[in-house]
């Protein structure tokens, strides 16, 4: 069985859900995430860690437009300018 790729932006909701200890379907791509409970520590960690990954996310950006569907254009747009090789991508881990 062929496993569908995964979009940044679920990429980006399972990793949130996580932190808020929440079902993924249950975000939606533009609910505000702090409205929804994630706080600034929270987006400093992932933003720490997709950075590790080889994604050069900048906070700023993440909390100036804290949604995922925000987030996914930010990362979409990193991988652009990088040709596509801009790390492995958001993870839940």
Known sequence: MDQQPTSTA???R????ALLDT???TIAGDDNLAFLGL???????LSGRWRR???PVEFEVLVADPTVDGW???IDA???AAGGTGGSGPTTA
């Open 10 to 12: 679920d990429e980006i």
């Open 39 to 45: 706080g600034s520590l929270d987006v400093m960690r």
């Open 53 to 55: 990954e080889g994604l």
């Open 23 to 25: 079902d993924p379907l």
């Open 72 to 74: 996914a254009r930010h």
């Open 14 to 17: 399972t990793a949130v859900a």
């Open 78 to 80: 990193i991988r652009r």
